[in-house]
């Protein structure tokens, strides 16, 4: 499925439309349209931890998102070798509106969300 990019993917300005493939339950890939060479590993964070927070008005405004809104959040996974030292970043979640195809990656106020690192590592999480 392809998505148009609201704001900005962190670092990452001329990335405008992604598309998400699913490896399985856990693991997508974030791809670059236009780009082959920008992709990003994410993980569903609600299959390793509980996650919650609320979408900032700006993202809510970015996206179109109202209450009946269709949405899927991501986190982004920097790879390391073994998998198991790779680390996911929870304070700066992808969120999606699957009703309009629109994306966009919000920063999460670390003092509001103590509990979300920006590196923590996969393996803490293995059950």
Request: avoid cysteine.
């Amino acid at each position: 499925m392809s998505y148009n990019v609201r704001g900005e993917l962190l670092g990452f300005p001329e990335t405008l439309n992604v598309e998400i493939i699913e490896i399985d339950e856990l693991f997508s890939t974030l791809q670059d349209a236009d780009n082959e060479n920008i992709s990003f590993t994410i993980v569903n964070p609600y299959l390793l931890r509980e996650y919650s927070f609320d979408v900032p008005t700006d993202a809510k405004v970015l996206l179109g998102i109202n209450a009946e809104s269709k949405l899927s959040v991501y986190n982004i996974l920097v790879v390391q070798k073994p998998l198991e030292k790779s680390v996911i970043n929870f304070l700066a979640p992808i969120i999606i509106n699957h009703d309009n195809n629109k994306l966009a990656q919000v920063v999460l106020d670390p003092v509001r969300h103590p509990d979300f690192g920006m590196a923590e590592s996969i393996e803490s999480f293995k059950a």
